[in-house]
């Protein structure tokens, strides 16, 4: 899981240079940040996770190498992109990505069925996620077999992978990892769960139908998607209050990333409605939603995977050390997220980098922490 993380942020912070000279196709680059870093990490994430809201053991070793495949497939698809490799091979990757979903699906709903008890209802979550991502997997597969129609594949296939399989694995989590961050249990996160998924999945695909259908249905959707983010703060504020919540790093991060989604939902319906171009509002997803999410979920797990079991003063350290500028990073990432959106395109990709750097400055200062805390 450690690799897997340290992959993901090279490859985002590679994409984001890339994208800053000018160097790399868009959709190379795009499927840098995607393919490579944020696909595994869910993957990873949710190999820690499935575990614990089933009550069984740990993953075993071939399902925790899928993130590593996953990364693997990525390369050859970014390179496939880049024109390096025959494009065919487009194709291949993500045909390996749909087997490596469909076998952590499988292996998820197995430990669910093998729960002792009745399992967190978060692991349909993540269970829904992967079904999402495989449709969007199917919509490469489709651009072979029916090219006349690429545009509309392409839009679904961007649209099930965004909002569907990051938009469904973050809210998943969210409401278990906010309260395990600040300290604090939150006995309504289960039913928030149990509730609010049928909803969610279902604005996401009316979203995606309304792609393909009219913009209209997909406003529709994207104001759904709004209510349940809104809902979820508003959840927040009344079960921690608002003095606690900005007190840890980590937590200011995650929220932070709840309201880039709602930023990035509204840019979407704007471009919908034809009031602005696609590309500020894609990195305007990425600057506010899932450079703060990432940040934010890895400052409170990068010390469990690297220290597991018991805690220990070096996974207290480490967590201390990475959650230190968590409210300033998030700043950055607010604020590159509006730079997009105003056409500002080079002051955000400014911010995005420090807060992006200043995250992995912080992950570079704990390497020694072993050596500094004994």
Not at 13 to 18: R, V
Not at 164 to 179: E, I, K, S
Request: net charge positive; charged share 10%.
């Amino acid at each position: 899981m450690l690799i897997t993380a340290a992959l993901t942020l090279l490859a985002v912070l590679t994409a984001a240079s890339l994208a800053a000279v000018g160097v790399g196709t868009p959709a190379a680059v795009a499927h840098l940040v995607f393919a490579v870093g944020i696909v595994p990490l869910i993957f990873a994430a949710m190999t820690h996770f499935v575990p614990v809201l089933t009550r069984t053991g740990d993953a075993p070793a071939i399902i925790r190498c899928l993130p590593v495949f996953a990364q693997l497939a990525g390369v050859l698809l970014v390179l496939a992109l880049q024109g390096i490799f025959p494009y065919e091979l487009l194709q291949l990757a993500a045909a390996i990505d749909l087997a490596l979903a469909g076998g952590l699906l499988y292996w998820i709903v197995r430990r669910a069925r093998a729960a002792l008890g009745r399992p967190h209802p978060g692991w349909r979550w993540y269970a829904a996620a992967l079904a999402v991502l495989m449709l969007a997997l199917v919509a490469i597969l489709a651009m072979a077999l029916w090219p006349a129609h690429w545009q509309i594949w392409r839009l679904l296939h961007l649209h099930l992978n965004t909002l569907g399989l990051v938009g469904l694995a973050a809210f998943g989590t969210l409401p278990v990892l906010l309260p395990t961050v600040l300290g604090r249990g939150d006995p309504g996160a289960a039913q928030w769960l149990q509730r609010y998924l049928w909803p969610m999945l279902l604005a996401v695909l009316t979203l995606v139908l309304g792609i393909a259908v009219h913009w209209s249905l997909a406003a529709v959707g994207a104001s759904v998607l709004l209510v349940l983010a809104g809902l979820l703060l508003v959840r927040w504020l009344q079960c921690f209050g608002w003095p606690r919540l900005p007190g840890d790093g980590a937590a200011v991060s995650l929220i932070a990333a709840v309201l880039g989604w709602m930023l990035g939902l509204l840019a979407g319906v704007l471009h919908g409605g034809g009031a602005m171009p696609a590309m500020p509002g894609l990195w305007a997803w990425v600057a506010a939603f899932l450079l703060p999410l990432v940040t934010g979920a890895l400052s409170q797990l990068l010390p469990v995977w690297r220290w597991p079991g018991r805690q220990s003063p070096e996974r207290d350290a480490m967590r201390s050390r990475l959650v230190a500028r968590g409210a300033l990073r998030a700043g950055f990432f607010l604020l590159a997220g509006a730079a997009f959106l105003g056409g500002f395109v080079l002051p955000g990709m400014i911010l995005a980098m420090l807060g992006l750097l200043l995250f992995i400055v912080s992950v570079l200062q704990t390497v020694r922490i072993r050596q500094s805390t004994r």
